[in-house]
């Protein structure tokens, strides 16, 4: 690999074990044998490189769930599936989520960081929507992202912070589903829900 390379890695490494706010330069430089003149010729910034760093992360978590998910695309059983393994995938993905809530909660201390992230959450809501739905992302509209990306990108989020406080008490898989089921007869009846009874 070469250096640009070699500090993306070093940078994921970085944020896994200590996140974006206590990785420095100089950490980045160190886990990937380069120095510190490549930061800023291969990525301008160190908070560009971490935020490129966060993305690929984000990617190789992703990516474990492109094949092999059970179920036709928009069903009960696709959207159980996702959830087993995002949360079989958890202990990996913990301290990326993690990182990126210290950006969120830094609130404007580092600008362009968080915008960089927020760019990267759009990508986000469309692989989440085709991943669920069963839709190839290019023929996914905007609408589709805004809507149905954005719903499972809440899911996704309110999981993972779930995960991070209690793990133990968090929602299963299972649980989810039938969340999601109960809510969606609540809302197509209102009133009532299968069997008669009202809805709770």
């Not at 490129?52 to 769930?65: H, I, N, P, R, Y």
């Not at 509209?141 to 719903?151: A, L, N, P, Q």
Request: charged share 30%; net charge negative; aromatic share 6%.
């Amino acid at each position: 690999m070469g250096h640009r390379e070699d500090l993306l890695e070093g940078a994921k490494k970085c944020l896994v074990e200590k996140g974006f706010v206590r990785t420095t330069a100089r950490d980045i430089v160190s886990a990937s044998g380069t120095n510190l003149a490549s930061i800023g010729y291969h990525y301008g910034s160190k908070d560009a490189l971490l935020a490129e760093a966060f993305t690929g992360l984000m990617e190789q978590w992703g990516a474990v769930f492109q094949d092999g998910l059970d179920g036709e695309g928009g069903s009960a059983e696709r959207f159980r599936a996702l959830w087993e393994g995002v949360l079989a995938q958890h202990e990996k993905s913990a301290p990326v989520w993690a990182a990126s809530l210290e950006v969120a909660l830094g609130r404007d201390q580092r600008p362009d960081l968080r915008a960089m992230l927020a760019a990267s959450q759009a990508e986000g809501r469309r692989r989440l929507a085709s991943l669920l739905t069963g839709t190839p992302e290019g023929e996914l509209d905007e609408r589709d992202v805004r809507t149905v990306g954005s719903f499972y990108q809440a899911l996704l989020d309110g999981l993972m912070v779930q995960r991070l406080f209690d793990p133990e008490s968090a929602a299963t898989a299972e649980e989810l589903t039938e969340g999601m089921r109960r809510a969606a007869e609540a809302m197509i009846r209102p009133g009532e829900r299968a069997g008669g009874r009202p809805a709770p």
